[in-house]
């Protein structure tokens, strides 16, 4: 399998033109003669474009190309107003990268052909009432880039390891926001499968329509059995451009692949060659950040994590900044990431929500882990306070003042309860002496529920076993 990703840029204006690329206005409202092709316009290219390609270039291990050059992608659809697309061919900015992926604990690396930049298209909206189709131009010239890999992807898993990689590098960068439903970040991929021990690829079939990471599996693990199944029946794969279709779960023909020579590409005309020079690298690559991989590492060298642990803090550089904002107030990171992937995760993931909207703070989270070690709040009672400061966004010692949470410490108050919880239960308390020391659990958790968890645990620990003894 190889994969085409487009990914759009985080730019405010277009790539030729001054229309806004914002998300969501009215139809046809971010358009201007230039981005809708109108005769005698000429674009101009923007510059951050470049500058953004380049960040890709450069993070992907691409080489950037000292000249590079655009090209009319010749096609008619209602949606491309020009009757052709502005994109790179021959010459494109970045070619011969590679992204290492990890899956099963193996390390592979996954070619990069090419990075180029080009303009999108408009959308058509069909509807669902009546024979007619509707054109939206405002998404007609807003940038992106396209990063194509080399067929080195054998499995729909390692397909989805390599957009995830991606996409967490675009949002790294700041570049592109990778919002899979907006179509900001979006894939075709081209599957082919051979018979085992030959070495020419077989013919590929191109999908589309995948707009989710699950959805990208399925119609991979799908399209591959439809191949093989093609196959060991003796026919043919037909090189096919199909669509995935997510009710039915199968991928539907849509019309038949196009080659290069299709869509007539020549260079545009009305924009020179671009020229890159060592200079303008160089500058950014002096803005590039931390990017995952080597954040990854440096969580588990100066935080002494899991690689796994690792990996679940720095899957957005959002959360891995949260995370380094909790250990710069409470210096026990083990800890912090414990409560980050049990419960802060668990929560934000059941209500569909991104660290940015956690309505808990850093500084709420490494407040409530001091109470911990203070000996105010049990691990117990935290998750109650954490479940509050999670609904609320209140801070945690508001929470256990207010609901009275405050650990019980006092030994001769732990000591009665301790004692009557051993009275009411004589024959466990025989059973224990004879050997079923599994009982300690039993006798704990009568001495919390009868506490209400504010117990101290250690206390309650060390009370019945000594008395226990006796």
Not at 113 to 135: F, N, Q
Not at 327 to 344: C, D, F, G, H, T
Request: with cysteine; aromatic share 8%.
């Amino acid at each position: 399998m190889g994969l085409e990703v487009h990914a759009q840029l985080l730019t405010d204006s277009k790539i030729f033109c001054n229309c806004s690329t914002a998300f969501g206005a009215p139809p046809n409202t971010h358009t201007c003669p230039v981005c809708l092709g109108m005769p005698g316009v000429l674009p101009v290219l923007n510059k951050k474009v470049v500058d953004y390609a380049i960040k890709m270039a450069l993070a992907t291990h691409c080489s950037v190309a000292p000249f590079s050059r655009f090209a009319r992608k010749n096609y008619f659809y209602p949606d491309l107003p020009k009757g052709y697309q502005i994109s790179q061919y021959e010459l494109p900015i970045a070619e011969d990268g590679y992204v290492e992926i990890g899956l099963n604990g193996r390390a592979k690396r996954i070619g990069i052909t090419r990075i180029h930049m080009e303009e999108d298209a408009g959308k058509l909206i069909h509807d669902a009432t009546a024979p007619i189709s509707y054109v939206d131009f405002n998404r007609t010239g807003v940038p992106l880039i396209e990063i194509v890999s080399e067929p080195d992807i054998r499995t729909p898993k390692e397909a989805v390891e390599y957009l995830k990689i991606l996409r967490n590098i675009l949002r790294y960068l700041g570049i592109c926001d990778g919002n899979m439903e907006e179509g900001s970040f979006r894939c075709d991929a081209n599957v082919s499968i051979r018979p085992e021990g030959t070495e020419t690829f077989g013919i590929r079939a191109e999908i589309k329509n995948m707009n989710s990471f699950r959805h990208i599996q399925k119609a991979l693990e799908y399209e591959i059995r439809r191949q093989t199944a093609l196959l060991l029946d003796g026919k043919e794969v037909l090189q096919e451009t199909r669509l995935w279709d997510t009710a039915r779960g199968v991928t539907v023909s849509m019309r038949s692949k196009e080659e290069a020579h299709d869509y007539r590409y020549f260079p545009d005309p009305d924009l020179v060659p671009l020229v890159i020079d060592e200079k303008w690298i160089e500058e950014v690559r002096a803005s590039l950040p931390e990017l995952p991989d080597a954040k990854q590492r440096r969580f588990v060298e100066k935080y002494g994590l899991p690689e796994y642990d690792a990996a679940v803090l720095t899957v957005s550089k959002s959360l891995a900044d949260y995370f380094e904002d909790c250990v710069r107030l409470y210096q026990k990171p083990k800890a912090i990431s414990n409560w980050m992937m049990s419960e802060l995760l668990r929560e934000l993931k059941r209500d569909d929500r991104e660290i940015e909207e956690c309505p808990v703070p850093p500084g709420h989270l490494a407040g409530m882990l001091k109470m911990m070690d203070s000996g105010v709040i049990s691990g117990k009672i935290a998750k109650t306070v954490f479940e509050e400061m999670y609904a609320t966004g209140r801070d945690p010692e508001a929470i256990v003042k207010e609901k009275g949470l405050v650990q019980v410490t006092d030994a001769a108050e732990i000591e009665k309860v301790v004692e009557s919880v051993l009275a009411a239960n004589p024959e466990a308390v025989e059973d224990y002496k004879k050997g079923k020391v599994k009982l300690l659990g039993f006798f704990v958790g009568e001495v919390m529920k009868k506490t209400k968890g504010k117990a101290n645990p250690g206390l309650v620990n060390e009370m019945l076993t000594g008395m226990l003894r006796k």
